[in-house]
């Protein structure tokens, strides 16, 4: 992105080299390109500086939009403080402080991470298990032996779902709740074992 300046304000901006009149003068595209900064800047054109020091993870926080500043002779473009996601589930309320009720008259609720992250490894849980869902309408209607290898994977499949929603319901913060699903090594530099403190799924029996 560029900035056009005039008297130390910013005036203008664009994302693409482009002609354009600066005072009496036309120029032309490729002086983006052909000319250096210094020159440039000695006609008001100055290419933004991102600052993304409180840029934070949007999977977890709201970033603000970015603004822009012009000082030192630099433009910076950087963004405000990020405010962390709604953790808890939370009902809504009009304008009254009145419960915010749906057209069924059921209080509407806005879902927090923890929910939403729960409700995916139910989703992913459902998915694993009814993949052999088929070993137990087998059983149930054929009298065939489930093997043990699926019923294990069942049950450890229901297991690691449990734990990882208990580990998920006791983040006090979303920085904690992030911290569940950030990779570290536990392992060494010359030997690192990259982890996740939530873990894996169990292993599908029949995976290649």
């Not at 290419?47 to 709201?62: A, L, P, S």
Request: with cysteine; proline share 4%.
């Amino acid at each position: 992105m560029y900035a056009l300046i005039e008297d130390n304000a910013i005036i203008k901006t664009y994302n693409n080299p482009r002609g354009m009149t600066i005072g009496d003068i036309q120029y032309p595209q490729n002086i983006h390109s052909l000319w250096s900064e210094s020159d440039l800047n000695a006609i008001g054109i100055y290419t933004v500086v991102y600052d993304n020091t409180n840029k934070r993870n949007e999977n977890w926080y709201t970033n603000t939009n970015q603004t822009l500043a012009f000082a030192g002779g630099v433009v910076t473009a950087s963004y405000g403080t990020a405010t962390a996601k709604l953790l808890e589930d939370r009902n809504e309320v009009d304008e009254d402080d009145n419960p915010l009720l749906d057209d069924n008259g059921n209080q509407v609720v806005t879902k927090g991470l923890k929910t939403i992250k729960k409700e995916i490894f139910d989703r992913q849980a459902a998915g694993m298990l009814s993949k052999y869902d088929w070993y137990i309408i087998r059983n149930t209607e054929a009298g065939t032996a489930i093997p043990s290898a699926i019923t294990d994977y069942r049950t450890a499949v229901r297991a690691k779902c449990n734990s990882m929603q208990t580990q998920v319901d006791g983040a006090s913060d979303v920085d904690a709740l992030a911290a569940l699903f950030a990779y570290v090594n536990t392992g060494t530099e010359e030997n690192p074992v990259m982890e996740k403190p939530l873990g894996e799924w169990p292993t599908d029996p029949n995976a290649e």
